[in-house]
């Protein structure tokens, strides 16, 4: 489908709700779960109000539940509707089952009867088709919930956390668990009641973004409302909880590869359209009275003054030696031969620290010798959050608030293959 075509589309799909009123509807067949059917657009069916023709369905299902809806046919373009039994629109799809086949995945809201009509794309396609419904056990609503896709693909996996005004970079692939059929990568987005952001994704081909609720609900997604071929969208949370920001692709034929997904205040950033592959824009920490800086050592390249405030402390820990900072400290280390490897072969070290239930700390990486990359684990190794280049010129930030007191980890990589090995400054403070 063209871009424009899709343009169209998503215009028409505003519009359904109000002419869902007005358009009759056809007679309707119940489908129970678990279930496909056999049905068959004709020149004879009413008509929706783009003038496709469709048919009307009926299902019964539980508060919680998540359900499936799949339309195929090898006789003309298809198009999903769910509606709750109002005739309110609460999903829609188009080509998300693969080729010209739609897909509706949705957590149900209320026990009771449900719509989905089944219809064609276009006014002049009709023919036979065939409308599945599954889906599992219901689940309490106020927990975050997986993603379940049609076996045997997998669901995409929850990468990692982003935190407002951060970003994080990612490298989609064709193998990734899939959304609607394409490839799709989630990162875990922690939202208040009423909290206004603008998510933003960076890459260099066609990508789709797509916000997830607490429930697992898709309630936004967007293709290119950013520079070029970038998506953006700007959402509250209605409510509060853990939401998850999806990136994927245009569609099932769209390549993939690497992107930067940024998360801004709406009110810190005032709306204004960030720029192609900027740091997200970070508070200036507080002044620290002017310090002394000490000599380098021979082969060590000291970052600027300008952008010291803390001297350094203590030495660099031998190779594979995990180090220790305190708050308020500012250490230095080196990438070596010998030190602890990523999986992908680079160099790693490890520095551990004590942190408190409610802090806000700020971990600053910086190298003039390699492209520096940071993580936050906690004491069980879990992934807390990263960053590659948010303090500019290839150094990283992490600002993150500890969920709880006890020991956490701070792993520093170099991001790229290239000039992997060096000296750099790790700096952790509080906010």
């Not at 279930?35 to 539980?62: E, I, P």
Request: charged share 15%; proline share 7%; glycine share 12%.
């Amino acid at each position: 489908m063209s871009r424009m075509t899709t343009v169209s589309t998503v215009g028409l799909a505003v519009g359904l709700l109000a002419a869902a009123a007005s358009t009759p509807l056809p007679a309707q067949q119940q489908l129970a779960m678990g279930t496909s059917v056999q049905g068959a657009l004709t020149v004879g069916d009413l008509m929706w109000s783009d003038g496709a023709r469709y048919k009307l369905f009926a299902f019964y299902g539980q508060a919680g539940q998540y359900v499936s809806i799949t339309m195929t046919s090898t006789d003309f373009d298809t198009y999903l509707i769910l509606q709750d039994q109002a005739g309110n629109q609460l999903a829609y799809n188009d080509d998300g089952g693969g080729g010209t086949n739609s897909l509706i995945q949705y957590s149900l809201g209320y026990t009771g009867q449900y719509r989905v009509i089944a219809k064609a794309y276009r006014r002049d396609l009709y023919g036979n088709f065939q409308l599945s419904l599954s889906g599992g056990a219901p689940v309490a609503m106020n927990q975050p919930q997986p993603m379940p896709m049609a076996q045997p693909i997998a669901a995409p996996q929850m990468l990692g956390t982003i935190g407002a005004n951060q970003q994080v970079t990612g490298n989609l692939q064709p193998t990734d668990g899939r959304w609607e059929g394409k490839p799709a990568q989630l990162w875990g987005f922690q939202c208040a009641a009423g909290q206004a952001f603008q998510m933003d994704v960076l890459s260099s081909w066609d990508n789709f973004a797509l916000v997830f609720d607490p429930a697992g609900n898709v309630v936004g997604r967007d293709d290119d409302s950013g520079e070029g071929l970038n998506a953006r969208i700007n959402y509250t949370c209605p409510v509060a909880g853990l939401y998850r920001l999806a990136v994927t692709t245009y569609s099932t034929s769209t390549p993939t590869g690497p992107y930067t997904l940024q998360v801004q205040s709406v009110q810190a950033i005032g709306m204004a359209a960030p720029q192609q592959q900027a740091p997200v824009p970070t508070p200036i920490p507080m002044a620290q009275p002017a310090q002394p800086q000490p000599q380098a050592q021979p082969g060590a390249t000291m970052p600027s003054p300008v952008q010291q405030a803390l001297p350094i402390t203590g030495g660099i820990p031998a190779p594979g030696q995990e180090g220790q900072i305190a708050i308020g400290e500012n250490h230095q280390g080196r990438l070596e031969t010998g030190d602890q490897q990523m999986n992908d072969g680079t160099w790693a070290d490890v520095w551990n620290f004590q942190g408190q239930a409610g802090q806000r700390i700020r971990i600053e990486l910086r190298s003039e010798e390699f492209d520096t990359y940071v993580q936050l684990l906690d004491g069980s190794g879990n992934r807390l959050a990263e960053d590659d280049d948010s303090l500019g010129d290839m150094n990283s930030l992490v600002e993150y608030t500890l969920p709880s007191s006890g020991a956490y980890k701070i792993v520093v990589n170099n991001f790229s293959d290239e000039r992997r090995a060096g000296i750099y400054t790790l700096s952790l403070m509080v906010r």
